[in-house]
C-alpha cells in the first residue's frame, strides 16, 4: 500500500504554505467535512479522495471494499483530530492530569477489582511517553492499514 501517498498529500498546504505541521482547526474540520450538515465533494475533497483510492488500488479490493477501506481510516483520523481538538479547547495538560491521579490509580493497581487495566497500568510504558499521542495515532493509522492489507 502507498502509505506515503496517504500522509504526504497535504491539500490544507497546498492552500496555505507554510503552514506545514501545524493543525488548523477551521480548515481540519473543513476537509474531514465535521459539523457540515451536507457533505458536497468539492476539489479538495476530490483530490483527497484520489489520493486514499490510489492507494488501496491494485491490493485486490472491489469498489465497495475500497471506499470501506478509506472511510475506515477517515473515521480514524477524524476521531484523532476531534480529540485533539477537545483537548485543546479544554485546556487539557495530559501530564498535569495523569499526576493528579496518582492516589486513585494506586488503589487500582492495588485493587483486584480491575485486574486486566491493573495490568496495563503497571506494564503499559506509551501513556508516559512524550509523544504518546503522535505514537498512538501511527500505530492506530499502522494496524488499520495492515488489516486492509491482509483482510
Known sequence: ?????????????????????????????????????????RPGSL???????????????????MLTAIETLRLFITGAVLGELAARVAGLDMDRWMAGQGSYGDAIVRGDRYPRVARIMRE????????????????????????????
Not at 13 to 21: K, N
Not at 124 to 151: Q, S, Y
Open 124 to 151: 503499559a510504558k506509551g501513556p508516559h511517553a512524550r509523544d504518546r499521542a503522535e505514537r498512538t495515532f501511527a500505530k492506530g493509522v499502522e494496524r488499520i492499514l495492515d488489516g486492509i492489507v491482509t483482510g
Open 1 to 41: 500500500m502507498n502509505v506515503g501517498a496517504l500522509c504526504c498529500t497535504d491539500p490544507v498546504a497546498e492552500r496555505e504554505p507554510g503552514r506545514v505541521g501545524e493543525l488548523d482547526h477551521r480548515l481540519a474540520a473543513e476537509e474531514l467535512g465535521v459539523g457540515a450538515r451536507e457533505r458536497k465533494p
Open 47 to 65: 483530490r483527497w479522495m484520489e489520493t486514499w483510492l490510489t492507494a488501496v488500488d491494485g491490493l485486490g479490493l472491489d469498489a465497495d471494499e
